[in-house]
């Protein structure tokens, strides 16, 4: 059974760091393309990270410098470190696992930037 399991989310103040986590099983984690996405409310969902199997990395232009995702493919863990937040990026956060024609979505966690 696959399985996406984010956690870290909550409420930190503007300028606050946070990580979340994307625990992943049920399927061969080191070939997925992994990627956090962002959803604010009344907002379409979009992509904010990718990490490829092979160590390229993509951030969204909003987030350069600001955040990292990294992996641990030992652990089938992706991590989305967050650093100088905005009240603008409160969101339902979800960790995403790509690769062929298989697509796979965790159930997001919640972040919320306000002081």
Do not use: H
Not at 45 to 54: D, K, N, Q, Y
Not at 59 to 74: E, L, M, P, Q
Request: aromatic share 14%; net charge positive.
């Amino acid at each position: 059974q696959v399985q996406l399991v984010e956690s870290g989310g909550g409420l930190v103040q503007p300028g606050g760091s946070l990580t979340l986590s994307c625990a992943a099983s049920g399927f061969t984690f080191s070939n997925y393309v992994m990627s956090w996405y962002r959803q604010a409310p009344g907002k379409e969902r979009e992509l904010v990270a990718t990490f490829r199997a092979g160590g390229w990395r993509n951030y969204a232009n909003s987030v350069k410098g600001r955040f990292t995702i990294s992996r641990d493919n030992a652990k089938n863990t992706v991590y989305l470190q967050m650093n100088s937040l905005k009240p603008e990026e409160t969101a339902v956060y979800y960790c995403n696992g790509r690769w062929e024609s298989q697509n796979y979505w965790g159930q997001g966690t919640q972040v919320t930037v306000s002081s």
